[in-house]
């Protein structure tokens, strides 16, 4: 049972006095919808802060109101389509050199204008490339658009361009069953993260709400559960994880 070993993981921190952080990222929001009214209230009950990846070109006030006073909620800057340029077999990608960097940049510039209007202080400035995948030497554009950090996916790689503030665990089996992943598997990875002397600042959990199946939901609140009623874990803002870096 390995949510037992996750259990075992933070109280073998607590013994040492040591927390550990956690951080949820969700994807691909534009309006309101059913599924996320569940991943609210999921999360709001607990205190669990979410960073929302806002798809910007097709969202508008009905996804701002819906959110407005939900002060455990920031918004990410998701690409600005969600569309994808590259051409296959190459992996689908938005924010890679198939197009001109000045339009690409200008649409991240625009996305980044359209949602600080929307959510004003709400606006995280992060990036979240769709399908977290950016060209490098689009990176390097991107604090002068005004964006502060960036989010992907993986290990933080050494010295990035722009503060990174990665997601680690992704819950859903894309390419297997396309439904959430086991939470035994869940939990084992969470386990061997938290134990590795390398962890990140803060471990961050990738959700998509839109797709979301029983078994994504499940394990969804069987993570808030354990980890909220914990000594040693943490559920922190990708907000105070900028300010602490
Ligand atoms: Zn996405």
Known sequence: MTRALFRQALDDLATKGATVN????????????PALATLLDLT????????????????????????????RVSVAVHG??????????????????DRPSEIVLAELAQGLHKLSVLY????????????????????EQLAGLGFECLSVFGREK??????LINTHIDVMDWRGTRG???????????????????RPAAIGILTHHL????????????????????PACRWVSARDVIANA
């Not at 939990?187 to 993260?193: K, N, P, Q, R, Y």
């Not at 797709?211 to 914990?230: K, P």
């Open 44 to 71: 709001e009950p607990q205190g669990v802060p979410l960073t929302l990846a806002v798809i910007p070109e097709e969202t508008d006030h009905a996804l701002a109101e819906h959110l407005a006073r939900r002060d």
């Open 180 to 198: 959430g992943r086991p939470s035994d598997e869940l939990f084992g990875d969470l386990a061997a993260i938290i134990n590795d002397g390398q």
């Open 22 to 33: 956690l951080w949820l990222r969700d994807d691909d929001a534009v309006i309101p919808t």
């Open 158 to 163: 050494p010295a990035p361009l722009l503060p």
């Open 120 to 139: 004003g202080e709400q606006l995280l400035p992060m990036l979240v490339p769709p399908w977290n995948r950016i060209a490098p030497q689009l990176v």
């Open 80 to 97: 600005w389509s969600h569309r994808s340029y590259s051409q296959p077999p190459a992996k689908k990608q938005e924010l890679g050199l």
């Open 211 to 230: 797709v979301h199946d029983a078994q994504a939901w499940a394990f969804l609140g069987e993570l808030i559960a354990e980890a909220s009623g914990h």
